[in-house]
T-cell receptor
Framework: DAGITQSPRHKVTETGTPVTLRCHQT?????MYWYRQDPGHGLRLIHY???????DKGEVSDGYSVSRSKTEDFLLTLESATSSQTSVYFC???????????????FGSGTRLTVV | GESVGLHLPTLSVQEGDNSIINCAYS??????FIWYKQESGKGPQFIID?????DKRQGQRVTVLLNKTVKHLSLQIAATQPGDSAVYFC???????????FGAGTTVTVRA
């Protein structure tokens, strides 16, 4: 999607190894989010950020950490990957400012992570 | 047209018919709702949104209806086309929350 890129697009890693996924935006949006998508669960929020160095947990944050040192980059780290973290990970950005703001997200194309 | 009264994970529609996709939301405080379309291998894409001060909003070939009394949202697609085959998600939030909560999604398959 225009303005937001995720890397890598695909990754296979071994159980117990650290993994970092990157989300990069060129829109200068304040809010950034990491979701995971699994069959039967839809999209579930892992962590989100409302500014540089301002982050908070979502509903499925255990086993994940995030960092945002610049407006444009939001990193998701799996400190020690487990098979239950095999999933498709989506980053999203949101402008979400102003009284009649559109709170909708723009999503990246996703990262398919397989933990073996 | 094809419709579902309750949320079902799949919907099969004849090309040219109208589709209705339903969604029940959970938070009575939610005041902003969005429908997303996700094609295979891609991220979800914004279709249409509606605020709680409205009951209906129309876009190009799509209409969203909101019934706050029963916390129900629906997406109507007119003259369904093969390119409409995708997974459709509803999402909800409330003002100043800045986080969307997503439904489980409905997979729409268009039959030629």
């Amino acid at each position: 999607d225009a303005g937001i890129t995720q890397s890598p697009r695909h990754k296979v890693t071994e159980t117990g190894t650290p993994v970092t996924l990157r989300c990069h935006q060129t829109e200068n949006h304040r809010y950034m989010y990491w979701y995971r998508q699994d069959p039967g669960h839809g999209l579930r929020l892992i962590h989100y950020s409302y500014g540089v160095k301002d982050t908070d947990k979502g509903e499925v944050s255990d086993g994940y950490s995030v960092s945002r040192s610049k407006t444009e980059d939001f990193l998701l780290t799996l400190e020690s990957a487990t098979s239950s973290q095999t999933s498709v990970y989506f980053c999203a950005i949101s402008r979400a400012e102003g009284r009649e703001a559109n709170y909708g997200y723009t999503f990246g194309s996703g990262t398919r992570l397989t933990v073996v | 047209g094809e419709s579902v009264g309750l949320h079902l994970p799949t919907l099969s529609v004849q090309e040219g018919d109208n589709s209705i996709i339903n969604c029940a939301y959970s938070n009575s405080a939610s005041d902003y709702f969005i429908w997303y379309k996700q094609e295979s291998g891609k991220g979800p894409q914004f279709i249409i949104d509606i605020r709680s001060n409205m009951d209906k909003r129309q876009g190009q070939r799509v209409t969203v209806l909101l019934n706050k009394t029963v916390k129900h949202l629906s997406l109507q697609i007119a003259a369904t086309q093969p390119g409409d085959s995708a997974v459709y998600f509803c999402a909800e939030t409330y003002s100043n929350d800045y986080k969307l909560s997503f439904g489980a999604g409905t997979t729409v398959t268009v039959r030629a």
